[in-house]
């Protein structure tokens, strides 16, 4: 859709302006689109770069329990029980430290930057369910550590089963943890939904629900649903996993990559091969997309298109994969990981055709984004224009992320809360913009500083052409 937009006209009503300070601000949602022309956001899926091997070619196997970054290492925890512990300097090569994690179903790990005490830093979230389930005994349990190594349990902090690893944060914006987990819509077709909860410790027992009649597993009697499948997905579909993150390098930018799961039926597929024939289980496939968030509660996607394109037929990450939770940077890219199994789930395959198509069945695979790279702000090469809502800064230089590549360009204005020109800082006055950049300058014949408008209300007003812009950030210096 286009977006109509007359931008040499002053604005009838300037709304307060938003404090930006020195943070970076990303274009994930049209917080930063007053108005556009020709301009639409776009979700940008990474680039796969393959299986992830050991120092003797081995690929990986399992669940991405999560990926950390800590004392200059990347971690990965590998297995969805009995976790063994890699480590890599690039984010590329992994070795195996021989460290496994203390036991439990889908551990997971989360490193504590609000925690005071050192030997609590690293802290480590559990299953534990034998049958029949007693919530006296099962369910989930913390344990803390001071290398992420070796852990002193603690116990139960929810008496439910959440088949899924429980994924903890601190946000510091709103000074509590926040946990993101399973919570099942029984009798319902989309029955797998997210479910969020709020507390001050996660060592003491979380808040929760007591439903009306309470089962093994966290249900949405339970806990608050923040996402779901909805009625433009697929009617056979839920959500398998979260895989929920808080991006550290831009102000209010909540990620998630969710695993999208479209059930399969033996009416509509009567084609699929379970692994005993005759049984019928939960097959289907999954995928994983992109969900954004300014607050954590209110969740958006940016396009319904996967964010990791499933493999083909004869390729080892077929039909399913699940992104694990973490983000590690290295240098200008952000790197991810993902498990696939090549078949369905509950591991039928497809066809009887492709049984023996791909040579390599499953592992983990890495991708990686651009920096802020997840979703663009963009201008085709008919060329598109959009100004900001009012926004107040700190900073002498305004910088963007952005990617006009050699027949692209940008321009940038900056104006009064009104929407006039601001004198030396109008598009005429601007430096063309050409290029690939995570942190470009923007210039006005050949001055950069922007001192003297900060702390005052201002609009960006962006012009380009074949571009993709991806944040701004007022700097000093």
Not at 53 to 77: A, Q, S
Not at 199 to 228: C, E, I, Q
Not at 441 to 449: E, I, L, Q, T
């Amino acid at each position: 859709m286009l977006h109509a937009l007359v931008l040499l006209l002053p604005l009838a009503v300037a709304a307060d302006p938003i404090d930006v300070g020195g943070r970076k601000q990303l274009f994930i949602d049209d917080r930063f689109l007053a108005e556009r022309e020709r301009v639409e956001l776009h979700a940008n899926p990474p680039q796969k770069l393959g299986l992830l091997r050991d120092e003797k070619g081995v690929p990986f196997m399992g669940h991405v329990g999560r990926v950390i970054e800590d004392g200059g290492k990347v971690r990965l925890y590998l297995g969805h029980e009995d976790s063994e512990v890699l480590e890599s300097d690039d984010g590329l090569q992994f070795r195996r430290t021989g460290a496994r994690l203390p036991g439990g179903l889908f551990p997971t790990i989360f490193v504590d930057p609000h925690e005071a005490d050192p030997a609590r830093r690293y802290k480590l979230f559990h299953v534990e369910f034998s049958p029949p389930f007693d919530p006296a005994k099962h369910g989930v349990f913390a344990s803390y550590s001071a290398d992420g190594l070796n852990f002193t349990r603690v116990g139960q902090v929810l008496p439910l089963f959440t088949d899924n690893p429980p994924l903890v944060h601190w946000d510091e914006r709103i000074g509590k943890y926040l946990i993101y987990t399973r919570a099942l819509a029984y009798d319902s077709e989309n029955q797998r939904r997210i479910g969020r909860i709020e507390t001050d410790d996660v060592l003491k027992p979380w808040p929760h629900r007591k439903g009306r009649a309470d089962r093994m597993f966290s249900s949405t009697d339970n806990l608050d649903v923040v996402y779901m499948a909805d009625e433009e997905d697929d009617p056979h579909s839920d959500v398998y996993y979260n895989s929920t993150a808080i991006y550290p390098e831009a102000q209010d930018v909540y990620l998630m990559f969710p695993t999208h799961f479209r059930h399969f039926s033996p009416e509509r597929n009567p084609f699929i091969r379970p692994p005993t024939p005759g049984r019928w289980e939960d097959f289907g496939m999954l995928e994983v997309q992109l969900a954004v968030s300014r607050d954590g509660v209110k969740w958006e996607r940016p396009g319904r298109d996967p964010y990791v394109p499933g493999g083909l037929a004869d390729e080892w990450d077929r039909w399913y994969a699940v992104m694990g939770p973490g983000v590690a940077r290295r240098g200008n890219y952000l790197y991810q990981y993902y498990n696939a199994s090549g078949r369905l789930h509950d591991s039928a395959f497809l066809r009887a055709e492709y049984e023996k198509t791909a040579k390599q069945l499953g592992g983990v695979g890495v991708v990686r984004q651009r920096l802020d790279g997840f979703v663009s702000a963009d201008a085709d090469h008919r060329g598109g224009r959009l100004r900001t809502p009012a926004v107040v800064f700190r900073g002498d230089r305004l910088r963007l992320n952005i990617d006009a590549g050699a027949m692209g360009t940008a321009f940038v204005e900056l104006q009064d809360a009104e929407g006039r020109p601001i004198p030396g800082f109008t598009l005429a006055d601007c430096e063309e913009i050409g290029g690939n950049f995570l942190d470009q300058a923007v210039y006005w014949k050949g001055n950069p500083d922007v001192s003297s408008l900060a702390g005052r209300p201002v609009r960006i007003h962006v012009k380009m052409k074949r571009a993709k812009l991806y944040s701004f950030q007022f700097t000093q210096g």
